[in-house]
């Protein structure tokens, strides 16, 4: 399976980016062959509709899971009708790594 | 007075008292007992509404065509998602996914140039209304009022300017800033009166509306709103540029008092009605010149 984990940097020792369509990278992670992919984010800068542009990028990879900090409102039902999960991590800093590691868990 | 004269009311920075000024000289015109409509195109937040009860005698909905996908008919080319501009289509090939964001659609139809295969027509979605009330005989209101989550209101503001049935004088309440909703607010105007306030950001802004208005050759003065003591910086500024400050407002807290309570300071302090007589004089003055 495939998991997408909004980031700061890419390296795994980088924060989880708190915001989805307009975080700095994609870090594209496989449970199964354990492989580390880091995407920039071209929709950063964009003015306006960063966030299904963030889900074309994801879901043309195939991605099942996105770990962000937040989701909005016009992603939300796009990810739901694509079914892939979001999950939330808010309020706590946590990099990429320790995310990597309690997916394997 | 020119029968259908368009006077706006503009400023740049939010707050300075566009509404104060546009709804108090609606006021006077309308207490001359002459033919007068506001036109309220402030419309993420119009609220010139709130001073005047009316009944409502015209109501428009804005509408916007968006592309609707025909999914027995598209092959998922991609083709309309290469084109649109603005992200509002979202495709996943290989899972037969395809779907328009209308939040994010101008309404540009590039999509339905883009498609081969006759996969996309066209549906309306509303963003936003025109409402009109009859203030008094001879008075309108007219309110641009945009949808939440639509991304601009100039297609709200342009059919409420057009939305005028009688040849009235016409006052413009524009929004603020000086993108492109200020700009259709005061395009067709005869005059522009630009609130500021005697503060940095309020210079700062009243530059850039007057730099605006320079770049489309219109006419405008300017009002000053809370003035405690003067702005020297901002006098200068007008003296240099030779650009007429048309009147002063104190800063009163008798004015907020009575505008707090939606109430009209030409009506209510009669110290003020003498103001926007006096404003209005000043302007007709500067559109005969």
């Known amino acids: 399976m495939k998991v997408a984990i909004t980031s700061t940097g890419n390296t795994l020792e980088s924060d989880v980016d708190q915001r989805f369509g307009r975080c700095t990278y994609f870090v594209i992670y496989d449970t199964e062959s354990k492989s580390v992919e880091y995407i920039p984010n071209p929709n950063k800068q964009i003015s306006e509709g960063a966030g299904p542009a963030s889900v074309q990028i994801l879901a043309e990879r195939g991605v099942n899971k996105i770990v962000s900090g937040d989701f909005g409102l016009k992603v939300k039902p796009l990810l739901d009708s694509l079914k892939v999960q979001m999950i939330v991590i808010k309020h706590t800093q946590k990099t990429v790594s320790e995310i990597i590691e309690s997916l394997d868990h | 007075m020119n029968k259908n004269v368009k006077i706006a009311v503009a400023g740049g920075k939010g707050g300075t008292g566009k509404t104060l000024v546009a709804t108090n000289l609606f006021y006077v015109i309308k207490e001359e007992g002459k033919e007068v409509e506001l036109i309220d195109c402030d419309a993420e937040e119009p609220n010139a509404g709130l001073f005047f009860n009316g009944n409502l005698i015209y109501h428009s909905d804005v509408m916007l065509k968006v592309p609707e996908i025909n999914t027995s008919l598209c092959v998922y080319c991609g083709k309309c998602k290469e084109y649109c501009n603005y992200n509002a289509i979202l495709m996943i090939g290989f899972s037969k996914y395809i779907k328009v964001i209308e939040e994010l659609c101008h309404g540009c139809g590039a999509c339905s140039i883009a498609c081969d295969y006759s996969a ?170």
């Open chain 2, 120 to 289: 996309i027509t066209k549906k309306n979605r509303k963003i936003g209304e025109v409402n009109q009330y009859q203030v008094q005989d001879k008075a309108l209101l007219t309110e641009a009022r945009m949808q939440v989550g639509v991304y601009s209101p100039v297609n709200t503001v342009k059919t409420a300017l057009k939305q005028n049935p009688h040849p009235y004088v016409q006052i413009i309440d524009a929004p603020p800033g000086t993108s492109c909703p200020f700009i259709h607010s005061v395009v067709h105007a005869d005059y522009v009166v630009l609130v500021t306030e005697p503060t940095p950001f309020g210079l700062s802004d009243l530059k850039q509306s007057i730099e605006t208005l320079k770049g489309m050759k219109k006419f405008y003065g300017v009002v000053i709103n809370r003035v405690d003591e003067p702005n020297q910086e901002m006098m200068q500024y007008l003296q240099k540029e030779n650009i007429k400050v048309l009147a002063q407002i104190p800063f009163d807290r008798d004015i907020a008092t009575v505008y707090a309570q939606g109430g009209l300071i030409a009506q209510h302090l009669s110290a003020y009605k003498k103001v926007f007589t006096g404003l209005l004089d000043l302007i007709i003055q500067e559109i005969c010149k």
